[in-house]
């Protein structure tokens, strides 16, 4: 588990330096980073789940202070008017940035466990096989390491239910480092989308795995 460390310049832990406005995001930023080939964000993509599964497994990978999965559970809730006991969020973080969140609400509901918490490294989680409808990812994989950076990917990718997806934000170093993964993906039946973001040194990768269990990789 990581330490954290407060300073004049923002909030660290063993894996980098952040101010609060790089771990405080809203499900409005991340949707404006993840959309899929047709340009519906990602609000939109997990409301239609919802609609078609009648509930919706959500995991935000790095989810810093918890914000945007909060606010992610509330936007599909009122999208789809369907109640928010449907939807199941859960963040790890390897750092514990519960209490750092700028919405008193996020605050309230990682300290009640009405928001599922996990403080872990996501190299060590134990995820069950084939859950997630949706996992997030974003400005978390930039900060480790390109093996640890796979070995979580692989990790993610069978954590994801039949049909599910998964977005997520890679160095293109990274993203290259992953390139025969990705394609043994592909040749196993997953959807993969990517878009550079410019200025950055940084890609959004989509991953859809197939509705229909395949041979695990
Ligand atoms: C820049 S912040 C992004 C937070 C959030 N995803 C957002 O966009 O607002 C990166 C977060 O990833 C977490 N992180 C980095 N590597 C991690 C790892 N291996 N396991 C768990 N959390 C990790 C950091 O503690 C930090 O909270």
Excluded: W
Aim: proline share 3%.
């Amino acid at each position: 588990m990581g330490r954290l460390i407060e300073t004049e310049q923002g909030f660290g832990g063993f894996n980098g330096m952040f101010t609060l406005a790089e771990m405080d995001r809203g499900s409005n930023a991340y949707c404006e980073i993840f959309r899929d080939t047709t340009g519906k964000p990602l609000v939109q993509i997990a409301a239609d789940i919802l609609r078609e599964k009648g509930q919706l497994r959500v995991l935000d990978a790095g989810c810093g202070t918890g914000r945007a999965i909060y606010t992610l559970r509330e936007d599909v809730a009122r999208q789809t008017g369907l109640p928010q006991a449907a939807i199941d969020v859960t963040g790890i973080n390897d750092v514990d940035y519960r209490g750092k969140s700028k919405m008193v609400e996020v605050r309230r509901a990682a300290a009640s466990g009405s928001l599922r918490y996990i403080v872990q490294d996501l190299d060590i989680a134990d995820l069950s096989a084939d859950h997630y409808d949706l996992i997030t990812s974003v400005e978390v994989l930039i900060y480790n390491g390109y093996e640890k950076a796979a070995r979580i990917v692989h990790k993610l990718t069978s954590a994801m239910a039949p049909g599910g997806k998964m977005f997520m934000t890679l160095k293109s170093r990274q993203k290259q480092h992953l390139e025969s993964y990705m394609r043994t993906l592909q040749s196993n039946g997953f959807k993969l989308f990517e878009r550079s973001i410019p200025p950055f040194d940084r890609v959004a990768v989509m991953v859809e795995k197939p509705a229909v269990r395949q041979e695990q990789v």
